[in-house]
């Protein structure tokens, strides 16, 4: 058996929250910006993914015209932070809707640090730092889903191998659920994809 939920009859509000917790997990853009008087704005935004890879450009959405959109609009540039664990406090601080004039990096008493290709700050404690450019915005009923082409990435070389690639278990990102749940990284499965060859004949091969 299963519950059903209409959303013409099910209350917004209850169809944001059912949404939200079975679209999990979701990883967090730990959004920097700057407001046109020069604010160093800092936010969390659950709901977050690569958008292209070629152009490289990255998406997050705005539920309602919060300060991270609007400077946004504002400046045409933004920072994707990477919300890691030992972070989680700073990261859930930063939700809180203090005023226009007051920013996060001040106001939670988060370091700040220069940005290689645009002008917000970094987050000079998280691992991985995106820089964007505004590449486009698309407004969907209370959301706007912001696109940003990707002009940079910095990533701490503690968090890489000696390949020169990411390890998951050193970036430790945080990720946001149902609710006022959150998510660590926990158990990892690492299996390459089977080929339709390996189908034939009956063939499956893993690893």
């Not at 890879?53 to 959405?61: G, H």
């Not at 664990?85 to 700073?90: G, S």
């Not at 730092?129 to 940003?148: K, Q, R, W, Y």
């Amino acid at each position: 058996m299963r519950a059903d939920f209409d959303p013409a009859t099910t209350g917004s509000g209850d169809f944001y929250r059912l949404l939200t917790a079975v679209v999990v997990p979701r990883p967090i853009a730990w959004v920097s910006t700057l407001s046109a008087d020069g604010v160093a704005n800092l936010a969390p935004h659950s709901f977050y993914t690569v958008a292209s890879t070629e152009p490289p450009v990255v998406q997050f959405t705005s539920v309602g015209a919060k300060d991270t959109l609007r400077n946004v609009l504002a400046t045409g540039e933004f920072v994707v932070n990477l919300a890691a664990e030992d972070q989680f406090a700073a990261v859930n601080d930063t939700a809180t809707d203090f005023p226009p004039g007051l920013g996060e990096f001040a106001a939670v008493g988060i370091a700040p640090e220069p940005s290689a290709t645009v002008a917000p700050p970094r987050v000079a404690g998280s691992p991985v730092a995106i820089e964007c450019g505004l590449h486009d915005t698309v407004v969907i009923g209370n959301c706007t889903v912001v696109f940003g082409r990707v002009r940079h990435v910095a990533v701490a070389e503690e968090a890489l191998d000696e390949d020169g690639r990411p390890v998951l278990g050193r970036l430790r990102p945080l990720s946001r659920l149902g609710g006022d749940e959150w998510g660590a990284t926990s158990v990892v499965h690492d299996r390459r994809r089977i080929r339709y060859a390996d189908w034939l004949g009956g063939r499956r091969t893993e690893g």
